[in-house]
């Protein structure tokens, strides 16, 4: 009997578990509305946005580039490039992530008003606005990154995406045909506008109510300072601020005013250089230019110093400070412990210039084929590990030379490389990833860092008003790239610049090829081809050194169409929505 009251009663209990096993229990499935009492879930609405921003890792799309190869056969990167891009395998996407971020940013800005942010309602007015701001900046990156990936022409059209500004459910209408580029465009600068009026330039202590917006100056001066500290104080740094706002505006700008968009919408060149300029006058013009800035990732006790969230002086905006060896692991030749992924090209080997400045193809630059490495940029062997170069804490010699005997050299085995170079730039030669001795070292990822927009302001001013045309900054296209030249190491006087100052098309191929080699492994150069309309098939060579000779080989075929300036929308979204078009070609 006692055993049939047990077996009664686990049926019960089973049967009346049911409900919970196939429908999370009420108290399981937040609403919406519950934010409204709970800042730190509304806070986490908000953090999605964050959390999804596209640069907070490096996706080394230089591999679908002429800068650099992968020995990762599965490397997706390598497969576009080697002709497998389609609408329905694109390692560049970011129609998903980027929309469902958006969508994340409009509940807050739906909800925002409702949150009861602190329990005084001064507090609580700064918090809405700080918040606000923040998702209105963020919304314009998701767009900018959407127009980068997926904008392209349809018919006789530049489009972007569908704008969406509220909030979609299962009831929202999905098939929304696609905006204008121009739309889009104008929707960015709208955001960042908001985000500007709402934010403070930087987040920081201040020292009296004169330095508080009048709108929040509410109460003793004490009370004021103490509130507006508590809100927009140095705890929320690395948050949206005005000066990013101001800075993914001249980002989105450059493109659009770049040859694949400028016909498809109105912004112009002179914005262009007038929206970087305005960041730039803000770091102290054309002396703000950080004199470490080409090496911020190799500056060991400046990262070790950061605390608080403050950045260094290249640094406009970046992610926390975190402990890792994960680049080194991926990237290390094999007798440093690493899988030797990403191989820089004989084609970006040849883009840095000599010592002199001058290009190795110019007849002034004294180049010496037999010793090809001797005598260049120094940012040649900075960001490049060359046949006979060193790397890791006990500066080992890594030969990569055909006829070497370790794993390092040429096609050896499945992790050495396949172009006769290794990856130098943004690895911390302090790491040792020996088993025996394995060791972390603190790093953060760059958001935006200024040398971009130094670059941006010279590539834009130069089209705007020539090689030495300042607009309203006081500093030219001349002027920073002789400024970036001169960290580089480039011995004055550059005589090389002297003779292009006043060509405007040399200076264009001058600015672009700084660019190139400043922003390297950064994953700016795929992009830069295509907005520029540049040759996107150059072949990804190396080299093969046997007994001392060089001799350039070719390792991998890139093969794009012409429509593939512009991405594609993702296929899955074409069949299901019937209002999209496609881009040209796809």
């Not at 996107?536 to 070719?554: C, S």
Request: aromatic letters at 10%; one cysteine or more.
């Amino acid at each position: 009997m006692k055993r049939k009251l047990i077996f009664f009663l686990a049926v019960a209990f089973t049967f009346s578990s049911c409900e919970d096993m196939f429908e999370p229990a009420n108290q399981n499935i937040r609403e919406i509305d519950a934010m409204h009492g709970e800042p730190i879930f509304a806070q986490g609405i908000l953090l999605n946005g964050y959390a999804r921003i596209p640069t907070n890792g490096y996706s080394f799309n230089d591999v679908a580039t002429d800068d650099a190869v992968s020995n990762d056969v599965n490397n997706n990167y390598l497969r576009a490039a080697t002709g497998q891009w389609a609408a329905n395998m694109d390692p560049f996407n970011q129609w998903t992530n980027a929309k469902a971020a958006i969508q994340y940013l409009n509940i807050m800005l739906r909800e925002v008003d409702k949150v009861q942010w602190a329990n005084d309602p001064n507090v609580s007015m700064l918090f809405r606005d700080r918040m606000k701001g923040e998702a209105y900046g963020l919304r314009a990156l998701f767009m900018y990154h959407l127009l980068q990936n997926h904008a392209g022409w349809s018919g006789g059209t530049l489009l972007g995406v569908p704008i969406v500004l509220e909030p979609e459910d299962k009831d929202s209408d999905f098939n929304k045909p696609r905006d204008t580029f121009e739309a889009c465009m104008q929707q960015i600068y709208s955001d960042l506008k908001q985000a500007e009026e709402l934010l403070p330039l930087d987040y920081t202590k201040i020292a009296s109510i004169s330095q508080v917006p009048e709108k929040y100056r509410n109460g003793p001066e004490v009370d004021v300072v103490d509130r507006y500290d508590r809100v927009f104080g140095e705890y929320a740094r690395q948050r949206m601020t005005a000066r990013i706002a101001k800075a993914i505006k001249a980002q989105a700008a450059l493109l659009a005013a770049s040859p694949a968009y400028s016909a498809g919408n109105t912004t112009t060149w002179e914005d262009a250089a007038r929206y970087a300029g305005e960041v730039l006058q803000l770091n102290g013009g054309i002396n703000g230019l950080d004199p470490k800035g080409g090496t911020w990732y190799a500056e060991t006790a400046e990262i070790a110093a950061l605390a608080s969230g403050a950045n260094p002086r290249e640094i406009l905006w970046r992610t926390d400070l975190g402990q890792s060896n994960d680049l080194e692991r991926l990237h290390f030749p094999p007798t440093l412990f690493g899988s030797g992924r990403i191989n820089p090209t004989q084609n970006l080997v040849d883009a840095f210039p000599m010592s002199n400045g001058f290009p190795i193809s110019h007849a002034s630059s004294n180049f010496n084929p037999a010793a090809p490495y001797a005598d260049r940029d120094p940012r040649l062997t900075r960001y490049i590990l060359v046949n006979g170069g060193t790397a890791g804490v006990n500066n080992s010699t890594v030969v990569t030379a055909a006829d070497g005997t370790t794993n390092d050299a040429l096609r050896k085995v499945e992790t050495s490389t396949r172009t006769g170079y290794y990856l130098k730039k943004l690895l911390r030669q302090d790491v040792n990833l020996n088993p025996q001795s394995t060791n972390t070292q603190p790093r953060y990822q760059p958001r935006i860092r200024y040398t971009e927009l130094y670059l941006a302001y010279a590539e834009a001013a130069n089209e705007a008003w020539g090689p030495s045309g300042t607009g309203a900054y006081g500093f030219s296209a001349y002027d920073v790239i002789s400024n970036i030249r001169r960290r580089a190491g480039i011995t004055q006087p550059d005589n090389y610049l002297e003779s292009i100052r006043s060509d405007q098309n040399a200076m264009r191929e001058l600015i672009k090829n700084e660019r190139r080699l400043e922003l390297s492994f950064e994953g700016f150069r795929f992009w830069d081809l295509r907005r520029w309309k540049s040759n996107i098939n150059e072949p990804a060579r190396g080299v093969e050194i046997v007994g001392g000779n060089h001799q350039t080989i070719l390792v991998e075929d890139r093969i794009f169409n012409e429509h593939m300036m512009h991405g594609p929308v993702p296929y899955s979204e074409i069949l299901k929505f019937n209002a999209l078009t496609q881009n040209n070609g796809w």
